[in-house]
């Protein structure tokens, strides 16, 4: 008698790809995903496509997200190597013969597309250096970190020459955290701190000075110093580099308490505030909903980066400790960033809120990450106990 087997049904061999996922840590990504495509709508439905290419960019970053949450930790490690290698030469190749554009030299053409290798180093640089002290862990000595301080100064001092100071100190913040995380001794970290303490209120006391028309700074370009010194004071230029952080600050104070309600931002849509679908759109937000809104806003954050903290805790090796808590924490960084400049208590610099702000390139690194740190997850849930 013939036997007749019957094709189980998609679910069902779908199963084992869907098994381990951190369910609380998604649901915070799918939350936050949500409010991005409320707010494009709310802040962008008469830009002609904006909407429909943010759900597009989103859907992007969850397939992303969703194939790398496949590639086993030890296949990451075993990429951590090549990755950052070939993202150097990538650097220095736009170094030789980049495309420039608006003043910065950070693109490289590739004849079929056109990529900006800074970016895919905010994900190389925490899998190298989680790498190294994978490799060191148990024998670790004051030349180990030495080694992966270098490791880490020279694609960030390849970006800063573009120039590209946000992306920079992005890629900095990335490694080090790792470098923070892999044991980095307490003593190392406080003299810095002091130092940068002290530089900022030096900054601000000789503001009048340094900031005097004509003073160079010769450690940042000229663009740079005035994002500074319009940080310090806005006011001196409010029709010009002071006006973004004025019309950001202006748009935050007047949702006061409640929001001035869904689509009805008036410094929005009269287009007072600048980029208000991608570097600006918190201002966006908090003109719309409030301040109670933003409360809401930073609670969803603080759990998804908190949640993304206890999956790199329960990580089942070093590797994936130190690079699922780099990713999670750079991530942090970002909205930490986009939120204080455009409240006026950080420069402009070209950082976007995660999951809110418009842009593909930033929101498949976003997928990239959050596939590494969901693998991380479902490696450690699938160790047998």
Not at 125 to 137: H, I, K, S, V
Not at 198 to 211: D, K, Y
Request: proline fraction near 6%; glycine fraction near 10%; aromatic fraction near 10%.
């Amino acid at each position: 008698m013939a036997v007749v087997l019957q094709k189980p049904p998609l679910h069902v061999r779908l199963a084992p790809l869907m098994r381990g996922y951190d369910v609380p840590f998604l649901l915070s990504v799918a939350l936050l995903a949500l409010i991005g495509q409320v707010v494009m709508y709310s802040v962008a439905y008469d830009i002609p496509g904006r909407v429909a290419d943010h759900a597009r960019n989103l859907l992007i970053a969850a397939g992303v997200m969703v194939v790398v949450s496949q590639v086993p930790p030890q296949r990451l490690q075993a990429l951590a190597l090549p990755a950052y290698t070939v993202v150097v030469l990538l650097l220095v190749a736009v170094e030789l013969f980049g495309v420039t554009r608006k003043g910065a030299q950070r693109w490289l053409d590739l004849g079929l597309l056109t990529i900006q290798p800074s970016e895919l180093m905010k994900i190389a640089m925490p899998l190298m250096l989680a790498w190294w002290f994978q490799r060191r862990e148990g024998r670790l000595a004051q030349i180990d970190f030495l080694v992966a301080a270098a490791l880490l100064a020279l694609p960030v001092a390849l970006i800063l020459k573009q120039p590209d100071l946000g992306t920079a100190l992005l890629v900095l913040a990335s490694g080090l955290f790792v470098i923070y995380f892999a044991g980095l001794s307490w003593k190392l970290i406080v003299p810095p701190l002091v130092l940068g303490a002290a530089g900022v209120v030096t900054l601000i006391v000789m503001e009048p000075q340094w900031c005097a028309p004509g003073v160079d700074w010769v450690v940042l370009h000229e663009y740079q110093r005035q994002r500074v010194c319009t940080l310090l004071d806005p006011a001196k230029d409010p029709l010009g580099k002071g006006f973004h952080i004025l019309q950001g600050m202006i748009a935050i104070g007047s949702g006061g308490l409640w929001g001035k309600g869904f689509m009805e931002g008036t410094q929005t849509h009269l287009d007072f505030v600048p980029e208000r679908s991608t570097d600006f759109i918190f201002a966006a937000f908090a003109e719309e909903f409030g301040f109670l809104g933003v409360l809401g806003l930073l609670a969803a954050y603080t759990y998804f980066v908190a949640r993304g903290l206890m999956l790199a805790a329960a990580a089942s090796t070093l590797f994936g400790r130190l690079l699922a808590g780099a990713l999670i924490l750079v991530q942090f960084v970002y909205a930490f960033v986009n939120m204080g400049m455009v409240s006026g208590l950080l420069p402009v610099v070209g950082v976007p809120l995660p999951f809110l702000s418009y842009g593909g390139t930033a929101m498949v690194t976003l997928g990239a990450s959050l596939g590494m740190m969901l693998s991380v997850g479902r490696h450690k849930r699938l160790v047998p106990s």
